[in-house]
């Protein structure tokens, strides 16, 4: 089993920056894909940003460009950077890895999740 915990969420300006962190603990060998889902009041659950042994970080087009995924090389820590932040951008961000890739709906372990919001 592989143990997630969310940390940096909070409310942010329109424009402003925010910095979410995660850390795994547990069997953290299994563990070859991690990232980030959100899910927003009335929408469904959206993959944000993942990152691992598959290659290049894949980022869900309405945040290419303004977020950030980076993980750790013991992939204990995944963080998401996020820039110019728009009031659409407010939801739930979950933390989550897998052992082979995340999918649009679905991953092996799942953090608890973060508020994010976004207002003036």
């Known amino acids: 089993q592989v143990q997630l915990a969310e940390s940096g969420g909070g409310l942010v300006q329109p424009g402003g920056s925010l910095r979410l962190s995660c850390a795994a603990s547990?069997?953290?060998?299994?563990?070859?894909?991690m990232g980030w889902y959100r899910e927003a009041p009335g929408k469904e659950r959206e993959l944000v940003a993942t990152?691992?042994?598959?290659?290049?970080?894949i980022y869900a087009h309405s945040v290419a460009g303004r977020f950030t995924v980076s993980m750790d090389n013991a992939k204990n820590t995944v963080s998401l950077q996020m820039n110019s932040l728009k009031p659409e951008d407010t939801a739930v961000y979950y933390c989550?890895?897998?052992?082979?890739?995340?999918?649009?709906?679905?991953?092996?372990?799942w953090g608890r999740g973060t508020q994010v919001t976004v207002s003036s």
């Open positions: 547990g069997n953290t060998r299994s563990v070859n894909a």
């Open positions: 989550a890895a897998d052992r082979i890739r995340l999918e649009a709906q679905r991953s092996d372990w």
């Open positions: 990152i691992g042994d598959f290659g290049t970080p």
